[in-house]
């Protein structure tokens, strides 16, 4: 879904590197180390305690993939050269700044390997725009796996002039039904980082046996069809582990591909917990369209929860702004570290659904989507 007009450039980058405050620019691949950049040697920590901390600080490495077994589905990038994803790893260090995230810091030993979670961006967005919520993961204890899908991203659109042109801004959109297979893609690389550049330094930090995909907008739907669509099972299976969560954010079921059908969703004793977080006034993910989604799956799952926000625009919520993002970054938390098994000890399905519930604010169901009454829609979509 395109996301709502005046919130295209609120992304910030908060990096420390190298002991220095770095405000760097949110372009493609920007304030990032290229591939095999930094020490060839593992970075050493100030880390001593053999008990996990409150909550870790925020570490980042950047690596530049290319996937050449596949292409674009739209005419502006069908030449191109595979598939290009920068793709973001935050993880938890202890030498990190408060509020900062520090390119190549050295991460935490202890509570190693950290579950991951993979997340996917919307459109005309990159995953910097949704720093606040990422960090706040990975300061719980998690790895969060970004990439930059590379027709979708605003560096992209910019390029092309889709920002003026609605022509190029749908046909950019359409390559979305290619982002399961680079989530795929990803999750693969990340099998085998102990072999790249810089990767050695984060062997033994990730457990993909412990796996979450989580995505907002657009992403929220890639998520949603490859964790429940039929006719993405043949991805799915090729996942390295089968994901235990997945997080849809003011996302929806897809009717109909750029070139196909998506089949069916459904789900069932096997299938990863959901959590779906959707506004009564999302005027870009209209809340009609977020209720088949959850019709779909919700007779088949034991473990699920609908988060209903109030009066939230399609974007704030999930960037850290408004009285929303503490309550998105709460639930977010709380149902991940349920259903991946995380501090297992302290959280239960009745943490998840009061983490959830806000007077005011949000409210959270396990049986149905929550009636949402007519709301005039707040924002929109740029046309």
């Not at 591909?257 to 959590?275: K, R």
Request: hydrophobic share 40%.
């Amino acid at each position: 879904m395109r996301p709502a007009a005046g919130c295209l450039h609120a992304r910030r980058r908060r990096i420390v590197a190298a002991g220095v405050a770095l405000i760097a620019s949110a372009g493609l691949g920007a304030a990032c180390s290229p591939a095999g950049a930094g020490s060839t040697s593992p970075p050493s920590s100030r880390e001593t305690a053999t008990t996990l901390p409150a909550s870790f600080q925020v570490g980042i490495h950047t690596f530049h993939w290319t996937d050449n077994s596949r292409t674009h589905l739209t005419a502006e990038l069908a030449a191109a050269p595979g598939r290009v994803l920068t793709t973001e790893v935050r993880y938890p260090t202890l030498d990190g700044r408060a509020g900062g995230e520090v390119v190549d810091a050295p991460p935490a030993p202890a509570g190693r390997p950290f579950p991951v979670i993979v997340f996917a961006h919307g459109f005309i967005t990159e995953p910097d725009d949704y720093a606040a919520m990422l960090d706040a993961w990975v300061e719980a204890g998690f790895v969060v796996v970004s990439p930059v899908f590379p027709d979708e991203n605003t560096s992209t659109m910019d390029a092309d002039g889709g920002e003026d042109n609605g022509t190029v801004q749908n046909n950019l959109e359409n390559d979305v039904y290619a982002e399961p297979g680079d989530i795929v893609f990803v999750l693969r690389q990340l099998s085998s980082l102990a072999g790249q550049p810089w990767g050695s330094h984060l062997a033994g930090v990730l457990n993909l046996s412990d796996l979450a995909l989580a995505g907002q907008s657009d992403g929220a739907s890639v998520v949603a069809a490859l964790g429940y669509a039929s006719g993405f099972a043949s991805l799915y299976r090729q996942l390295p582990s089968v994901p235990k969560a997945v997080a849809v954010m003011s996302g929806t079921l897809w009717t109909t591909t750029f070139t196909g059908s998506p089949g069916t969703y459904a789900s069932g004793p096997a299938s990863p917990a959901l959590l779906q977080i959707q506004s009564d006034a999302d005027g870009c993910n209209f809340p009609s369209a977020a209720k088949p989604l959850w019709r779909a799956l919700e007779p088949g799952l034991s473990a699920k929860w609908f988060v209903t926000l109030f009066g939230a625009n399609h974007l704030d919520p999930f960037q850290g702004r408004g009285r929303w993002a503490a309550v998105v970054d709460s639930v977010t938390t709380k149902f991940f570290e349920l259903a991946l098994r995380w501090r297992v000890p302290t959280v239960s399905a009745a943490s998840v659904t009061r983490a959830g519930t806000v007077a005011g604010v949000a409210t959270v169901s396990q049986k149905r989507a929550y009636d949402m009454p007519v709301v005039p829609p707040i924002g929109g979509c740029p046309s």
